[in-house]
């Protein structure tokens, strides 16, 4: 992989602390944000400062590091009950990406064998979780571009990419293995209304990255699928249940349902800390309803008729029939079913 493709990253360790660059401004403006107290990553987290499931949680590791800092240098020994309050922030920050609670309850197991000052300790556990996250997103790049044939067209949704994981991205890791292994022809994003990840973000990464991407409204997605340019929707997860049923992105379950009616292939591309074993079926995710302002405004400019109201669910669930693949880096499961997603978590055959 040439590293022109893979340049971006967009939350690191910095000068004893956490450095995120503000997706918000992207991509008039490349601002980094530093941050040395937890509850102000918290904010950042509900601010979509950082957002997407995997970059979520590496950067719910650092505030834990930063909440120990705080914590041990005020109560010492008893820096463990000191820091509940920061853990408990960071939780309530966003409700339905999993990688972010899977992220925090590593970290909290690594307090047990700590002894002392716990800052060493925790930062090279952030710093694990973070690097781990680029492996796992490489390996799911190999093993999603190698189920892409015939110099494919793909659409994507959202933003999978080095700003929403530890770097490389999931879904655009695909992309991205897919367009230097030359088994893909074009690249298409929804712009993903309302934050516009894909307008905003996937664009300016794809174009930074130098592969060539065409938007499109969301609502023409069906009219590309019937065009007959596109033969596989890839997108990334922020929580997969049990039994192969995805969350992702408002829209995402629109274009499962168009996929299927034209035949085109729907690959969900996710490291295993976004499956969720506890929750048997998508029904039971919870879904973040946002304000319904980012609705009935866009760039801070109403643009809603004054009066009306506006419905902001921030994902919604897209049955394992509509699925096709679900990617991670243990390995592909083919048209998921509880048994096939057990024997994934499991390390067992399951043909
Ligand atoms: O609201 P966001 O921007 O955090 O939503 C992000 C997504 O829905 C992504 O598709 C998902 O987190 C997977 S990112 C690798």
């Given at each position: ?232 929707v ?18 995402t379950y629109s274009l499962a349902v168009n996929a299927r ?5 729907f ?51 897209t049955?394992?029939?509509l699925i ?28």
């Open positions: 992989m040439s590293s022109s493709h893979d340049t971006i990253r967009a939350v690191s360790w910095q000068n004893d602390g956490l450095q995120l660059l503000d997706q918000r401004a992207l991509p008039a403006s490349e601002n980094q944000l530093h941050y040395t107290e937890a509850t102000a990553v918290a904010q950042a987290i509900r601010d979509m400062v950082v957002r997407g499931a995997p970059a979520i949680g590496i950067a719910a590791a650092y505030a834990v590091v930063l909440a120990a800092r705080q914590a041990y240098a005020r109560a010492g020994a008893n820096w463990r009950h000191e820091i509940e309050m920061d853990l408990q922030a960071l939780a309530a920050a966003r409700p339905t990406a999993v990688n972010l609670f899977w992220a925090l309850r590593r970290m909290r197991a690594a307090f047990d064998a700590i002894q002392g000052d716990p800052v060493a300790a925790l930062l090279a556990e952030a710093r694990a979780i973070h690097d781990e996250d680029i492996q796992a997103n490489r390996r799911m790049g190999e093993l999603g571009a190698a189920l892409l044939t015939d110099m494919a067209g793909v659409l994507t949704h959202c933003n999978t990419g080095s700003l929403a994981t530890g770097g490389y991205g999931t879904a655009l890791g695909v992309i991205r293995s897919g367009w230097v292994n030359g088994r893909i022809r074009a690249v298409y994003a929804d712009e993903t209304r309302p934050w516009l990840q894909g307008a905003r973000l996937t664009a300016w990464e794809l174009v930074r990255d130098d592969i060539p991407v065409t938007l499109l409204a969301d609502s023409a997605a069906a009219q590309l699928m019937r065009s007959g340019r596109v033969q596989w890839i997108v990334g997860s922020d929580r997969i249940a049990a039994n192969g049923d995805v969350a992702n992105k408002i829209g009616h034209h035949g085109v292939r690959m969900v591309v996710a490291p295993t800390s976004t499956i969720d074993m506890q929750i048997t079926c998508g029904a039971d995710i919870p879904i973040e309803n946002r304000d319904p302002a980012e609705v009935l405004s866009l760039g801070g400019q109403r643009i809603a008729a004054i009066g009306a109201e506006a419905w902001n669910p921030a994902f919604d669930v049955p394992a029939e096709d693949a679900i990617v991670t880096e243990r390995g592909v499961v083919e048209r998921p079913t509880a048994a096939k997603m057990s024997a994934l978590m499991n390390g067992t055959d399951c043909a």
